[in-house]
């Protein structure tokens, strides 16, 4: 028996992944791709492997599953035409990937007869090839119709994944948490590269510099607990050396020193929340970082 068959309108990133996973696989069969570009739905066709790229709509047939990898922002405007176009059969399942927004952007593909669902990948997908084997062991949060959770299932088996549901109406705070684990790691890491560079040390070993530290921290907080994973001057309840490193950062880093301040009282909550904090010491810090520059 032949697999279903897939369509996917916006095949980037996450969806293009997707789409070659499920095709090596044998769970779904890739029909059609259409992406904004006639170009990019042919690369996205080469990497999945299968699948006509087309460079309108009407161009596609049907297929038991429809896959919306577009921006968040066009989800909507994607479903409305698609449930216009007539493509969709009763029980069809659409679903879209935003970590954000619900199944009730489909809403106009549920009321042509669709079945639909979110389903989002917490996976960073920056890179498509890499993501073929790393994306293996990750949550896949899912809501929306129980017939299109059901019909996810085996999908995020074949990914590897895990599939965890999740009340839509949470989705946009969960997606904050995502922001700040994925999207605010790598802005972190930024300041961190812009800080060692400022002291002199070559790019060509700020990588492995920070590795280390960095993945160790990481590491230490998702198995011990951010309490007991804090370390450094303020969970030390350091004042000399955090007035002494905000001073520098000022006069040297301004931008960065604004987040220092930022993360700076952030530590110093989850400090106090640790075994023997020195209450005083983190209320001087936290005075130091929250008081504007005079
Ligand atoms: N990237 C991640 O790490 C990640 C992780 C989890 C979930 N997601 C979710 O996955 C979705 C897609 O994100 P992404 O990062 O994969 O985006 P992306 O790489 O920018 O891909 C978006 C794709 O949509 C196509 N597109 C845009 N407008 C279109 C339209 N009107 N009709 C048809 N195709 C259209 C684009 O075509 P062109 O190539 O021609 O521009 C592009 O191929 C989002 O909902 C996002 O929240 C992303």
């Given at each position: 028996m032949s697999a279903p068959g897939l369509n996917v309108i916006g095949c980037g990133r996450a969806a293009r992944t997707l789409a070659a996973i499920w095709q090596r696989t044998a769970v779904l069969e890739t029909i059609a791709i259409l992406n904004r570009s006639a170009a990019s739905a042919v690369a996205a066709a080469g990497f999945v492997g299968a699948g006509k790229a087309v460079s309108d709509l009407s161009q596609m047939a049907a297929a038991e599953f429809w896959m919306i990898g577009v921006g968040d922002d066009r989800i909507s405007g994607v479903a409305d035409a698609l449930a216009a176009s007539g493509l969709l059969r009763p029980g069809d399942i659409v679903f879209h990937l935003s970590g954000?927004?619900?199944?009730?952007?489909?809403a106009s593909c549920r009321d042509a007869g669709a079945r639909c669902a979110s389903l989002h990948p917490?996976?960073?997908?920056?890179?498509p090839g890499r993501s073929l084997s790393a994306i293996a062991g990750c949550r896949c949060v899912v809501e929306g119709d129980n017939t299109a959770i059901d019909a996810l299932r085996p999908l995020v088996m074949a990914l590897e994944a895990v599939l965890l549901e999740i009340d839509p109406a949470q989705k946009i705070v969960y997606h904050a948490g995502m922001v700040f684990a994925s999207n605010y790691v790598v802005a972190l890491l930024g300041d961190a590269l812009t800080a060692v560079g400022a002291a002199g040390i070559p790019e060509s070993e700020a990588a492995e510099l920070l590795r280390p530290l960095l993945l160790g921290s990481a590491a230490n907080a998702l198995e011990y607990g951010v309490e007991d994973a804090l370390t450094g001057p303020i969970a030390r309840g350091d004042t000399t050396l955090v007035a002494a490193q905000l001073d520098a950062l000022e006069r040297i880093l301004p931008g960065v020193a604004a987040r220092y301040r930022a993360l700076g009282l952030a530590a110093s909550a989850i400090a106090r929340r640790?075994?023997?904090?020195?209450l005083e010491a983190l209320a001087r810090i936290e005075a130091l970082l929250g008081r504007e520059r005079g």
């Open positions: 954000a927004h619900g199944s009730d952007k489909l917490a996976h960073s997908f920056a890179d640790a075994d023997g904090a020195d």
